[in-house]
Every structure is written in C-alpha cells, then in structure tokens.
C-alpha cells in the first residue's frame, strides 16, 4: 500500500475521532487524539508489510472513533460531575448513568425532584410579591399543605406546587377538593422561599454528587464494558 | 422438554457477561501490574495483557483507562523522543499507585484463597472424572 494512501488513512481516522471529541477542552482532545495516533504509527511500524487488510485491521482493533469518542466523554461527564455543583453538569451525568442502570434511573428522577422543589421554592419567592393573594403556603382541606399557586376558588380547589398530602408528597398538582383555604407564610413567604430554594439545590447537588462518587467505580466498569476485547476484535498476534 | 431444557442450560457455556465483568473488575490492577517494573509505551502494556488472552483488551479504550489512573494520580506519563519518528507516552507508577497496587494484590490473594476453598470439590470431582476416562 503506498505510504501516501496509509498516511491519509490515519489522518481521516484521527480526524474522526477529533471530530468525534467535540465536546472535550481542545488540549485534552489534541492529547488524546496525539497518543492514538501514536499508537496506529506504532502498530503500523510492527508490520513487515503494510497492506490495506493490515491497516484496516489495526483500525478496527483501536476502535471506532466515535465509540471511543464516547468512552472518553462519558468519563469526563463522571470525572466533572464528582467535582462540581452545578444542577447542569449533575443532571447531565446523571442521565448517562440513568441510561445504563435501574439505579441510576432513580438516583436521576430524585435529582430532578430536588432540583424542581428548589426551583418551585424560588419561583414563588419570587412571584410573591406580584401575586400575594394566590403565592403562598396553603393550608387546604384533607390535611394538605402545598408551596406554590393557588386557583382561588374556594370550589374545585387546585393547589400547583410542592403539595403535601399525608402520606402523599407531589411535586405539580394534587386532585381538586372543597373548602376553606388558608395561607401561612404571608410576606415571610419570599425570604423562606428563597432559604428553602438554596437548601434544595445545594443539598441535591451535595446528595447527587456524593451518589455518583459512590456508584462511579461500578459505573466506570459498566462505561468500560468495550473494554473486553470483543472476539470479533483482531489480536495483536495475529497481526504479528 | 424440560429435561431437554435443563440438560442444554447445564452444557451452555459460563455467561459471557459475567467473564466480561470479571475481566473488567481485574483490568485496572493488571495494568497497573505491567508497570511494576518499570516504565512503558501503550503498546508495551497492550503487548503484556494480550499475551494473556483472557486480560486482551480493546486497545483504544487502553488510554482511557490510563488517562483515568492518571488523573486518580496512581500513575504518571511523559512524552519520550524515541527515535522512531513519533513520540511515545511512556507510563510508570507513582508512590499512590504503588500502595493501591499492593492493597489490590493482598485482597486478590485473600479472595482467591477463599474461592479456591469453596471450588475445591468442584474441581477434585472434574479431575475424578479425567482420570476414570
């Protein structure tokens, strides 16, 4: 095979994966993409002879570019999730790992809880003083207590919030009911809203984060299961 | 049929997924075991796992693997002139790398001695078997 054809070859196949890293800081994409192709020039200096079978070969033994991409985003989501708090960053890993397992479905759909109590607490405190007569915390019949809105009728009462209804708890609306409604809170509604609002977020983020540490280690492996050589995968004796 | 059944699951093969996941589980302390000695390229590594079959890995995800010790801070790396017209990432242990080498090879030691107590009539049957052929 010329030389030519097999240098282009590696330059279209790290191209890819260059491509295929997009979403990773340029240096750590430059260094990735750097020990790859190293690593082909290496395979390929081993060879006796360089034919198309023998590159495509080693090509496929290193990977596809954007599975590989891949593995290595899903690691830099987890290793920038264990070291932050920010709600985007947690949520977004916390979705991959809810990709792969029943745990991580339920540690996602309580991080998504956790953040929207905190949004509900600072989307009243902020509402507040522009509607002061349906934001409040309410008292309603069947022992329900919710913080948020209000329809305000007295018949056919919607409560949308964070609603309490021993034993149920409901983040949105419970079902309509009857009579007398009750606010709590009054002007010391936005000051607390803001409290809780701070609490929710900090304290998810500090649950969320201290749960993706625990699980990482299984996650990594269940991240890394390509890293079985699969037995369709080219040995590298074979290609001795 | 279901004595047919039961006889086909008996001669199946262990799960796939369970080799795979105990090949994972071994992965890192293996790779940190190839660089007991001394330093190492890539390629170096891949060359002592894949003379093991059952430790062959896919060898892009390699350096993911090695990125990640790196960045736990159990190994470290250098660009090296090799002379070959490309550089190479040489590889070697750091002190932190080191100790969770050890830690994992005395628990190693310990869970495949009290493995092997509970496989050993399994294994003492299978050879009754070989020797009454």
């Known amino acids: ?240 | 049929m279901i004595h047919s059944m039961a006889r086909h699951n008996t001669s199946k093969p262990p799960s796939d997924s369970w080799e795979a996941q105990l090949r994972k589980g071994s992965l890192e302390m293996a790779i940190l075991a190839s660089l007991w000695k001394s330093n190492h390229y890539g390629l170096e590594i891949l060359h002592a796992l894949d003379g093991r079959s059952s430790l062959a890995l896919a060898e892009g995800t390699l350096y993911l693997i090695l990125n990640r010790l790196k960045n736990d801070g159990f190994v470290e790396s250098k660009w090296v002139d090799a002379g070959t017209g490309h550089p190479r990432k040489y590889y070697w242990l750091t002190e932190e790398g080191r100790e969770r080498l050890r830690a994992m090879v005395r628990f190693w030691i310990q869970f495949s001695a009290d493995l092997n107590v509970l496989l050993e009539p399994v294994i003492a049957r299978k050879e009754r078997v070989n020797a009454a052929r």
């Open chain 1, 1 to 240: 095979m010329p030389p030519d054809d097999v240098t282009n070859a590696v330059d279209e196949y790290c191209n890819r994966l260059w491509k295929a890293l997009h979403k990773l800081p340029g240096s750590e994409r430059d260094e990735i993409v750097r020990e790859v192709r190293g690593h082909i020039l290496e395979r390929l200096d081993a060879e006796p002879k360089v034919t198309e079978q023998v590159l495509t070969e080693i090509l496929r033994a290193v990977g596809d570019p954007k599975e590989l991409a891949s593995e290595y985003k899903g690691y830099a989501v987890l290793r920038q999730a264990t070291h932050s708090r920010s709600p985007w960053v947690l949520l977004r890993a916390m979705l991959r790992w809810a990709a792969t397992s029943v745990v991580g479905v339920m540690a996602f759909l309580a991080t998504v809880i956790g953040y929207g109590c905190g949004t509900v607490f600072f989307l009243s405190a902020f509402l507040k003083p522009m509607f002061p007569s349906r934001i409040g915390l309410w008292l309603a019949p069947q022992h329900t207590l919710c913080f948020g809105y209000w329809n305000g009728q007295l018949s056919g009462t919607v409560l949308y919030g964070i609603s309490v209804r021993p034993p149920a708890f409901v983040l949105g609306t419970l079902g309509p009911t009857d009579g007398p409604v009750r606010e709590l809170l009054g002007a010391w509604l936005s000051p607390v809203g803001v409290l809780c609002g701070v609490l929710c977020f900090l304290g998810t983020s500090l649950v969320a984060r201290s749960l993706i540490k625990r699980f990482s280690q299984n996650e990594k492996w269940a991240a890394s299961f390509s890293y079985a050589k699969s037995s369709a995968s080219p040995s590298l004796q074979s290609l001795r």
